[in-house]
């Protein structure tokens, strides 16, 4: 294997997961998705369909049951209302340190494959403020991670200086539009495709399809 994709079965893993195939061919490609708890468990089947979708070499389903006696979010319980509390940054779906686990879980499989790049859709652009979204996270994590497993791994983010529309018009380039339009799932309330419209993923998600859109309909005239 050359690289292994975090794969949630969101917008961005997915588009993610077109750039590693395009790169490197589908049976280089692994996919890597993590079943920690989360209130929207249906990604998981998404993320499934992705992966036999751009038929990669491998895709494994991980369980983190231990992430539910650490923390407590709205992304985690159903009784949790999602919002942005006043004088947070975050909204309540903030689900702590979970891109860490991630990532140093992807990086031991991918040694054991013997891959050496780790593709995850994560952004410091359009994003909920969440710290391990952010480029100097990443960068802390790709040198501990090579320090804990003394192997060269690369953490891949082709979208962290990316907007949500420059990210579809990416997704359009590769031929996946309407995938990521239909076949996905970003939204916190479980709602496949477009979402529910009002949770914070679907909002960011929403708004870049149409500024997309609009741009390329301009552009057409």
Known sequence: MKAIVVLSGGQDSATALALAVRKYGAAEVAAITFAYGQRHSLETKFARALARRFRIGRHKVVKLDFYRHLTSNALMSKDAAIEVKKGEKCPTTVVEGRNAFFLLAAAVWAKELGAHAIYTGVSETDFSGYPDCREAFIKAQQKAIR???????????????????????????????????????????????????????????????????SRKAKGAK
Not at 176 to 195: A, H, K, Q, S, W
Request: aromatic residues 8%; negative net charge.
């Open 147 to 213: 320090l804990a497993l003394d192997y060269k791994v690369s953490i891949v983010t082709p979208f962290m200086h990316m907007t949500k529309a420059e990210e579809w018009a990416l997704a359009d380039e590769l031929g996946i539009f309407d995938v990521i339009d239909n076949e996905t799932l970003t939204c916190y309330n479980g709602v496949p495709g477009r979402g529910c419209g009002k949770c914070p993923a679907c909002r960011l998600r929403n708004a870049g399809r149409e500024e997309y859109l």
